[in-house]
């Protein structure tokens, strides 16, 4: 059906074809939505209906109907407030109706019912009937929504296509200016209308925002929806990490995803200006880096924002992209990435952009790190690079940093100058103690615990006693220190500005290279918490105390409080990424299973098994990362087999492969040395086992002493040296020891332990001693023996050692004649056995 067909065929007839009814008829029908005022404005009584022009309105179509809904069909609709008008003379111009055609994109009038108008081009839509928009101030007003749209968004009310905009209602009457004309009125030629628009003034039409307006009004509320999923996200994940619950992990990702799709819709955007593209290319890129595993998608972000900061000489942005990029490439190719980022120092050196020369030199101190090559050559050349530009420059805290983690790799070596080159470190960062520059709170606790685990490795623990107290005087002055809050986990370096490199650093940089106040911005690190470095330094205090035998069981106290210290909520910190999160409870669950290994292992000095046992089950619990504890846990599993009389299930453990040696008489695939000490201590306990008749193996002995011999002879560690010499003095072998080489192993163990202040080795040696030398000897030496050795048993508090020294010595008074001390002698040696044996039901 066309426009023609569409209008009426004369006076009577309203736009479907249907004769109207009379007036009263009419008014009786009550308050409707007026689709035909025309028809019932030219119906008058007893008088031809004035010329009115034919206005051309927008289609109004809900469901499918011209007038809204099926049940309003060939219902005619009037407007109950509105009185008609007069007949106007012949020659007067008619008062428009309403206004100009809305969204028309023709200009075509047509005329009223007499017959005169233009036919309109035929229209290939379906009939279009339009409301008056005066009807708008009458409908009832709809509920509003539960969430109003935003202020870029207008409201639409009752408009057939939202995309167009909200249709215009500036001139249409209000209800309250309806009035009603006195009778007088109509004998009047009416001339413009003051109630009613004029037909000069129509509506014109409401321009529809374009797409890339929409695009541009909606771009701020898709970055502020993401950042808020980001920041929620990151609020929470250091509780998701510590939960690890299913759900709280899928709302998590939820977060993520949400932020995800808003960052990628405002990045489709074509207009974007070009400095707020590359901050999205690489706010969106470091997302995907930080919570996802979809590199390449990062990559090609990133590569974007770089092109844009190249083209418009963005170089702080650029920068950051490129950072960001290396770290990118180091998770899918770490060899492209050690050979990218030389490229990126050598092009920063060539600008003078020194700050990013730290920058990126640190970033490949932590890929040697992360790729396991912490003291290999390059690792060490890289960080002697930092220190040469940092002392040329008198950036003094860059230079002390620099030279403490130098130390650092030295101290996970196995190297025989190991020892000297961490001492070298450490005095080359002491010789600034009195620059105030290089003092920062981390720095100044880094170089203490650096000093006191370098002298816990040489097992000095004279010295170590006193490098705690500094520690623990540094820590009491540092605990309400305001430039070292709870929450932070940064280092701040100061770096001298530099007019060069001015262009390079903002606040889009921040996380790596932050500006700073005056002459002065910082070079941001990542660090322990204030929490994590308490908790480290309380596992260090119980290994010192370990050798004071003081009071027993005081290093499982302190060792109970770091764990307590770590298990406690941790203040709210920086914001973080989930796999951050969980890499921080990681660390925070490893070393609070190294805590529990510590208290079980001092239990099992203690003959406490049933505490052991207990801390066994605590680290299986905890699902610790894999690593070297697993070995050490696995350590502390045969300890308890052995010392609760299950032999055989020691024997198992002892010869696992983890602690088997190779042909070259070198612990297998052990990079560290506390998995070689470990290989050592589980083959020495072999030894022991093996004097048991039932397990002795004689060949399987002797091939075991041959590989120790390699190790343990010249082993630069102390205590294995102590402890092979002990397990040397106290077996049966066939062919057996002579008696010089027994007592130069007795020998050697006594020095051993009394240089290293071991209670327990020094009680161990004693009473072998009294064995092997005094065993039925009449005289006050070995009476002088038997008593050494039975004191220092009580010493060391193990409740095996004290029965068995307690035995000897009751022989020894037996032989002397002193049978009421050997009598009161045995019963106590009695009464320690049967309470170490009832100590290992368990």
Same mark, same amino acid.
């Given at each position: 059906?066309?426009?023609?067909?569409?209008m009426p065929k004369g006076?009577?007839?309203?736009?479907?074809?249907?004769?109207?009814?009379?007036?009263?008829q009419?008014q009786?029908?009550?308050?409707?939505?007026?689709p035909?005022?025309?028809?019932?404005?030219?119906q008058?009584?007893?008088?031809?209906?004035a010329?009115?022009?034919?206005t051309?309105?927008?289609?109004?179509?809900?469901?499918?109907y011209?007038?809204?809904?099926?049940?309003?069909?060939g219902?005619?609709?009037?407007?109950?407030?509105?009185?008609?008008l007069?007949p106007?003379?012949?020659?007067a111009?008619?008062?428009?109706?309403a206004s100009?055609p809305y969204y028309?994109?023709?200009?075509?009038?047509?005329?009223?019912y007499n017959?005169?108008?233009?036919?309109?081009?035929?229209?290939?839509?379906?009939?279009?009937?339009?409301?008056?928009?005066s009807?708008?101030?009458?409908?009832?007003?709809?509920?509003?929504?539960a969430?109003?749209?935003?202020?870029?968004?207008?409201?639409?009310t009752?408009?057939?296509?939202?995309?167009?905009?909200v249709?215009s209602t500036?001139n249409s009457?209000r209800?309250?200016?309806?009035?009603?004309?006195?009778q007088?009125?109509?004998?009047k030629?009416?001339?413009?209308? &003051?109630?009613r628009? &004029?037909?000069?003034?129509g509506?014109?039409?409401?321009p529809?925002?374009?797409?890339?307006?929409?695009?541009?009004?909606?771009?701020?509320?898709?970055?502020?929806?993401?950042?808020?999923?980001f920041?929620?996200a990151?609020?929470?994940?250091?509780? *998701?990490?510590?939960?690890?619950s299913?759900?709280?992990?899928?709302?998590?990702?939820k977060? *993520?995803?949400?932020g995800?799709?808003?960052l990628e819709?405002?990045?489709?955007n074509k207009s974007?200006p070009?400095?707020?593209?590359?901050?999205?290319?690489?706010?969106?890129?470091?997302?995907l880096?930080?919570?996802?595993?979809?590199?390449?998608?990062?990559?090609?972000?990133?590569?974007?924002?770089?092109?844009v900061?190249?083209?418009?000489?963005?170089?702080d942005?650029?920068? &950051?992209?490129?950072?960001?990029?290396?770290?990118?490439?180091?998770?899918?190719?770490q060899?492209?990435a050690?050979r990218a980022?030389?490229?990126?120092?050598?092009?920063?050196?060539?600008?003078?952009?020194?700050?990013?020369?730290?920058?990126?030199?640190?970033?490949?101190?932590?890929?040697?790190l992360q790729?396991g090559?912490a003291?290999?050559?390059n690792?060490?050349?890289?960080?002697r690079?930092?220190?040469?530009?940092?002392?040329?420059?008198?950036e003094k805290?860059?230079?002390v940093?620099?030279?403490?983690l130098?130390?650092?790799?030295?101290?996970?070596t196995?190297?025989?100058d190991?020892?000297t080159? *961490?001492?070298?470190?450490?005095a080359?960062?002491?010789?600034?103690?009195l620059?105030d520059s290089?003092?920062l709170?981390?720095i100044?606790?880094?170089?203490?615990?650096?000093?006191?685990?370098c002298s816990?490795?040489?097992?000095?623990h004279?010295?170590?006693?006193? =490098?705690?107290?500094?520690?623990?005087? =540094?820590?009491?002055?540092?605990?309400?220190?305001?430039?070292?809050l709870?929450h932070?986990?940064?280092?701040?370096?100061?770096?001298?500005?530099?007019?060069?490199a001015q262009?390079t650093?903002?606040?889009?940089?921040r996380?790596i290279?932050?500006?700073?106040?005056?002459?002065?911005?910082?070079l941001?690190?990542?660090?322990?918490?204030?929490?994590?470095t308490?908790?480290?330094?309380?596992?260090f205090h119980?290994?010192?105390?370990?050798?004071?035998a003081?009071t027993?069981?005081?290093?499982?106290?302190?060792?109970?409080?770091?764990?307590?210290l770590?298990?406690?909520?941790?203040?709210?910190s920086?914001?973080e990424?989930?796999?951050?999160?969980?890499?921080?409870?990681g660390?925070? =669950?490893?070393?609070?299973?190294?805590?529990?290994i510590?208290?079980g292992?001092?239990a099992a000095?203690?003959?406490?098994w049933a505490k052991?046992?207990?801390?066994?089950?605590?680290?299986?619990?905890?699902?610790a990362?894999?690593?070297f504890?697993?070995?050490m846990?696995l350590?502390?599993?045969?300890?308890?087999?052995?010392g609760?009389?299950?032999?055989?299930g020691?024997?198992r453990?002892?010869?696992d492969p983890?602690?088997?040696m190779?042909?070259?008489?070198?612990p297998?695939?052990?990079?560290?040395?506390i998995e070689?000490?470990l290989s050592?201590?589980?083959?020495?306990?072999?030894l022991w086992?093996?004097?048991?008749?039932?397990?002795?193996?004689d060949?399987?002995?002797?091939?075991?002493?041959?590989?120790?011999?390699?190790l343990?002879?010249?082993?630069?560690?102390?205590e294995?040296?102590?402890?092979?010499n002990?397990?040397?003095a106290s077996?049966?072998?066939?062919?057996?020891l002579?008696m010089?080489q027994?007592k130069?192993?007795?020998?050697?163990?006594?020095a051993?332990?009394q240089?290293?202040?071991?209670?327990?080795?020094l009680?161990?040696?004693?009473n072998?001693?009294?064995?092997r030398?005094?065993e039925n000897?009449?005289?006050?030496?070995?009476?002088?023996?038997?008593?050494a050795?039975?004191?220092?048993?009580k010493?060391?508090?193990?409740?095996?050692?004290?029965?068995?020294a307690?035995?000897?010595?009751?022989q020894?008074?037996?032989?002397?004649g002193?049978f009421?001390?050997?009598?009161a002698?045995?019963?106590s040696?009695?009464?320690?056995?049967?309470?170490?044996?009832?100590?290992?039901?368990v």
């Amino acid at each position: 059906m066309t426009y023609r067909d569409a209008m009426p065929k004369g006076p009577g007839q309203a736009y479907d074809g249907q004769t109207s009814h009379d007036q009263n008829q009419s008014q009786a029908q009550g308050y409707h939505h007026l689709p035909r005022l025309l028809q019932q404005q030219q119906q008058q009584p007893m008088q031809t209906p004035a010329p009115a022009p034919q206005t051309a309105f927008p289609q109004f179509v809900a469901n499918g109907y011209p007038n809204g809904t099926s049940q309003y069909q060939g219902v005619q609709y009037v407007q109950p407030a509105y009185q008609p008008l007069p007949p106007a003379p012949p020659h007067a111009s008619a008062p428009a109706h309403a206004s100009a055609p809305y969204y028309s994109n023709t200009d075509a009038h047509f005329a009223n019912y007499n017959g005169a108008f233009a036919p309109p081009p035929l229209a290939t839509d379906p009939p279009m009937q339009f409301v008056d928009p005066s009807f708008l101030q009458q409908t009832v007003i709809p509920r509003p929504l539960a969430v109003a749209p935003p202020a870029s968004q207008p409201t639409s009310t009752m408009s057939p296509r939202l995309s167009l905009g909200v249709i215009s209602t500036t001139n249409s009457p209000r209800l309250d200016d309806r009035q009603t004309l006195p009778q007088a009125a109509s004998a009047k030629p009416h001339a413009k209308d &003051s109630r009613r628009p &004029s037909s000069g003034t129509g509506v014109t039409k409401s321009p529809g925002p374009s797409h890339s307006s929409t695009h541009a009004e909606t771009l701020p509320l898709l970055l502020c929806v993401a950042e808020d999923c980001f920041a929620k996200a990151s609020a929470a994940a250091q509780h *998701v990490a510590r939960a690890m619950s299913a759900d709280e992990i899928n709302e998590h990702h939820k977060l *993520v995803a949400t932020g995800l799709g808003c960052l990628e819709m405002a990045m489709m955007n074509k207009s974007l200006p070009p400095r707020l593209e590359a901050r999205l290319c690489m706010r969106y890129a470091s997302i995907l880096v930080e919570e996802t595993t979809n590199l390449m998608e990062a990559e090609t972000a990133l590569t974007r924002g770089i092109a844009v900061c190249e083209k418009h000489r963005f170089t702080d942005l650029k920068y &950051s992209s490129l950072f960001l990029l290396m770290k990118t490439l180091f998770q899918r190719n770490q060899k492209a990435a050690f050979r990218a980022i030389d490229t990126h120092i050598a092009d920063c050196t060539t600008y003078q952009h020194v700050h990013w020369v730290y920058a990126f030199r640190f970033l490949k101190a932590s890929f040697h790190l992360q790729s396991g090559t912490a003291a290999d050559h390059n690792t060490l050349e890289n960080l002697r690079r930092i220190a040469a530009i940092a002392n040329q420059r008198e950036e003094k805290a860059v230079f002390v940093v620099a030279t403490l983690l130098e130390g650092l790799a030295h101290l996970g070596t196995t190297k025989e100058d190991w020892a000297t080159r *961490v001492q070298t470190c450490i005095a080359q960062a002491s010789k600034l103690q009195l620059d105030d520059s290089a003092h920062l709170p981390q720095i100044d606790i880094l170089l203490l615990l650096l000093d006191l685990a370098c002298s816990l490795r040489q097992k000095s623990h004279q010295i170590s006693g006193h =490098k705690l107290s500094a520690l623990q005087g =540094k820590m009491e002055e540092l605990k309400h220190a305001p430039d070292w809050l709870p929450h932070s986990n940064e280092i701040l370096l100061p770096i001298r500005r530099s007019q060069i490199a001015q262009q390079t650093i903002s606040n889009d940089t921040r996380a790596i290279l932050r500006p700073g106040e005056g002459a002065v911005d910082y070079l941001v690190l990542s660090a322990l918490g204030k929490q994590e470095t308490y908790a480290l330094a309380y596992v260090f205090h119980g290994i010192v105390a370990l050798y004071k035998a003081t009071t027993l069981g005081r290093s499982s106290t302190i060792w109970s409080e770091a764990v307590r210290l770590l298990e406690e909520p941790r203040p709210f910190s920086t914001v973080e990424s989930l796999p951050e999160a969980l890499k921080q409870a990681g660390w925070v =669950k490893e070393l609070s299973c190294y805590a529990h290994i510590l208290v079980g292992l001092q239990a099992a000095t203690l003959c406490d098994w049933a505490k052991v046992k207990r801390c066994l089950r605590l680290i299986e619990e905890a699902q610790a990362p894999a690593g070297f504890l697993d070995l050490m846990t696995l350590y502390l599993s045969g300890v308890l087999h052995q010392g609760t009389a299950d032999l055989p299930g020691a024997l198992r453990i002892w010869t696992d492969p983890r602690f088997q040696m190779d042909s070259n008489k070198n612990p297998k695939t052990n990079p560290s040395h506390i998995e070689s000490e470990l290989s050592i201590l589980a083959a020495l306990n072999r030894l022991w086992i093996m004097q048991e008749p039932s397990l002795q193996d004689d060949l399987e002995t002797a091939d075991v002493m041959e590989k120790l011999r390699l190790l343990c002879e010249d082993n630069p560690d102390q205590e294995i040296r102590t402890a092979y010499n002990l397990v040397l003095a106290s077996i049966t072998i066939n062919p057996p020891l002579s008696m010089n080489q027994v007592k130069r192993h007795i020998q050697n163990s006594l020095a051993g332990a009394q240089q290293t202040t071991n209670t327990h080795f020094l009680s161990i040696a004693l009473n072998i001693m009294r064995f092997r030398l005094f065993e039925n000897v009449v005289g006050d030496q070995a009476l002088k023996s038997a008593r050494a050795g039975s004191a220092q048993a009580k010493k060391s508090g193990n409740l095996l050692w004290m029965s068995v020294a307690d035995g000897m010595l009751s022989q020894s008074h037996e032989v002397q004649g002193a049978f009421a001390e050997a009598h009161a002698n045995r019963e106590s040696g009695i009464r320690l056995a049967n309470e170490a044996l009832m100590k290992t039901k368990v």
